[in-house]
């Protein structure tokens, strides 16, 4: 498992939203609170793509 980096970590926003995410390390997931999806992290590379981010619930 990679830290991502946190220089990178400020710079990105949520594509659909363009608000702050939030680093799940343990998941390896991007999250954005607020379009409710958490976006991959494969092979240490954030995988930016709506098609490809996971819908979260509220559990």
């Known amino acids: 498992m990679t830290a991502l980096d946190p ?10 939203t363009r608000t702050p995410l ?3 390390e343990a ?3 991007l999250v954005s609170d607020a379009a409710g999806l958490a976006y991959p992290i494969k092979d ?6 709506v098609e490809e981010a996971r819908r979260i619930t509220d559990a």
């Open 7 to 16: 220089w990178l970590l400020e710079r990105l926003v949520c594509p659909m």
């Open 22 to 24: 939030r680093y799940d």
């Open 27 to 29: 998941a390896q997931e």
């Open 44 to 49: 240490g590379v954030p995988v930016m793509l």
